[in-house]
């Protein structure tokens, strides 16, 4: 097991082949048809055209596995190619998993989503939001016209940031380092609510730390730490034994490498002390906006239990209800400054997921169906649920920047690989 791999030597774990418990079990369900050589061809050229050094992805559909596929290296230095066993950092795909740690309190009662994010957190009872610069500089800060509610940090309405910019919030975030990681989530919280919002609450879609400030408020409500929540509330029952926060010496070999593109059409390897030394040791700070590593499989079996509405092999995770209200769309139309959120369809957003609320209007946008609930990590790995279809995907590529190209072309083939088949 990651989170404590000396359980894991001693039951003889660790090996490069997988675990018995980590492939999704198949049920017995209609007989399928895809055409696997579709999506064989478009991820064999996403490696021969360049565009990736390695990738893999894992589909089922009506509780069946109908495709998997790997192509092209995890480790070009060394040779290794990209396996099904293979570890990928999965970044923000770790923000599904804090909702449903969460959402699993919501059912318990420990906390209204429309109550005030301050009436749980007291350090945000006094926010302030940034309305301009004084001549010397200066920040001009108003109150919010409305309370934060819990809401908000789930659908990204809360106006927190990122600190992506050069923006004077996004300098103020970027100077108060909230997010280094030898920081515990309390102090982090305590800074947060010292900085202005970037926008009034509600009236944005605004990507953000607040998935962090959910891991916060799990371990007030709970007084428990908030890795060992999500072990004991997701990955535990989910057997998804190597998803961790931790990488210990002994599977450093499995993890793939990180590549950008170069300025000569290739691509060039990024360091990995500026990608994994965050997974050296473990952190003090936690959170639940990024920060697992996994493989195909056990992610599969986290989508998997969303497809089946909150269970999964026998345990019940959530409620079918909560599943629901999860993966509605809960931004109104009002809400018309959405960041990039435009760019991946038309979407709305519920719970942690991005939430498709109508088909491609055109052939540059990526294609879904209406319905689909989803998220994507920072070196562009994918997965999503297609109720109408009953299909889970799971895509894994490891580049930096983020690459929506790579994630359409896989996205159109694996329905060309369903309206392929007679």
Same mark, same amino acid.
């Given at each position: 097991?990651?989170?404590?791999?000396?359980?894991?030597?001693?039951?003889?774990?660790?090996?490069?082949?997988?675990?018995?418990?980590?492939?999704?079990?198949?049920?017995?369900?209609?007989?399928?048809?895809?055409?696997?050589?579709?999506?064989?061809?478009?991820?064999?050229?996403?490696?021969?055209?360049?565009?990736?050094?390695?990738?893999?992805?894992?589909?089922?559909?009506?509780?069946?596995?109908?495709?998997?596929?790997?192509?092209?290296? =995890? #480790?070009?230095? *060394?040779?290794?190619?990209?396996?099904? @066993?293979?570890?990928?950092?999965?970044?923000?795909? /770790?923000? !599904?998993?804090?909702?449903?740690?969460?959402?699993?309190?919501?059912?318990?009662?420990?906390?209204?989503?429309?109550?005030?994010?301050?009436?749980?957190?007291?350090?945000? =009872? #006094?926010?302030? *939001?940034?309305?301009?610069?004084?001549? @010397?500089?200066?920040?001009?800060?108003?109150?919010? /016209?409305? !309370?934060?509610?819990?809401?908000?940090?789930?659908?990204?309405?809360?106006?927190?940031?990122?600190?992506?910019?050069?923006?004077?919030?996004?300098?103020?975030?970027?100077? =108060? #380092?909230?997010?280094?990681?030898?920081?515990?989530?309390?102090?982090?919280?305590?800074?947060?609510?010292?900085?202005?919002?970037?926008?009034?609450?509600?009236?944005?879609?605004?990507?953000?730390?607040?998935?962090?400030?959910?891991?916060?408020?799990?371990?007030?409500?709970?007084?428990?730490v908030y890795e060992d929540l999500v072990q004991s509330r997701v990955l535990d029952p989910l057997k998804m034994t190597e998803t961790a926060y931790f990488v210990p010496p002994s599977e450093k070999p499995r993890l793939a490498a990180h590549y950008t593109p170069n300025k000569m059409g290739g691509l060039t390897r990024i360091p990995d002390r500026e990608i994994y030394s965050f997974y050296d040791e473990k952190p003090v700070q936690i959170g639940g906006g990024s920060g697992l590593i996994s493989t195909l499989d056990n992610y599969m079996r986290f989508a998997l239990m969303l497809q089946n509405e909150g269970s999964f092999d026998g345990v019940q995770i959530l409620k079918p209800e909560t599943i629901a209200l999860m993966t509605k769309d809960h931004l109104s139309p009002d809400i018309t400054e959405r960041s990039f959120l435009p760019f991946k369809g038309q979407m709305g957003f519920g719970l942690n997921f991005a939430v498709r609320t109508a088909p491609p209007v055109d052939a540059k946008e990526p294609f879904g169906v209406t319905g689909e609930f989803f998220w994507d990590g920072a070196a562009s790995t994918l997965f999503w649920v297609d109720p109408k279809n009953d299909l889970t995907a799971v895509f894994f590529i490891q580049v930096q920047p983020f690459d929506g190209v790579s994630q359409a072309k896989f996205r159109r083939a694996v329905y060309d690989a369903l309206e392929s088949m007679p």
């Open positions: 097991m990651l989170r404590n791999f000396g359980l894991g030597i001693m039951l003889g774990f660790g090996a490069l082949t997988l675990g018995a418990c980590d492939a999704p079990r198949q049920v017995t369900a209609p007989q399928v048809k895809f055409d696997a050589a579709v999506v064989d061809v478009a991820l064999s050229e996403l490696v021969s055209d360049g565009a990736v050094m390695g990738t893999s992805a894992l589909i089922y559909q009506n509780g069946q596995e109908v495709y998997f596929g790997a192509f092209g290296q =995890a #480790d070009a230095e *060394v040779g290794r190619p990209f396996r099904r @066993d293979t570890l990928a950092a999965i970044y923000s795909m /770790t923000k !599904p998993v804090a909702s449903v740690t969460l959402m699993s309190l919501y059912e318990e009662g420990l906390f209204d989503l429309e109550a005030p994010l301050a009436d749980y957190l007291p350090e945000y =009872a #006094d926010v302030k *939001v940034y309305a301009g610069q004084n001549e @010397d500089g200066s920040l001009i800060l108003e109150p919010p /016209t409305r !309370p934060i509610k819990v809401i908000d940090i789930f659908r990204h309405t809360a106006c927190f940031g990122y600190g992506w910019g050069d923006d004077p919030v996004s300098t103020a975030m970027n100077k =108060a #380092d909230i997010l280094n990681p030898s920081k515990p989530l309390s102090q982090f919280s305590q800074e947060l609510a010292a900085l202005p919002l970037y926008c009034q609450p509600g009236s944005e879609w605004k990507y953000s730390v607040s998935v962090d400030v959910q891991a916060r408020l799990a371990e007030v409500l709970t007084g428990r």
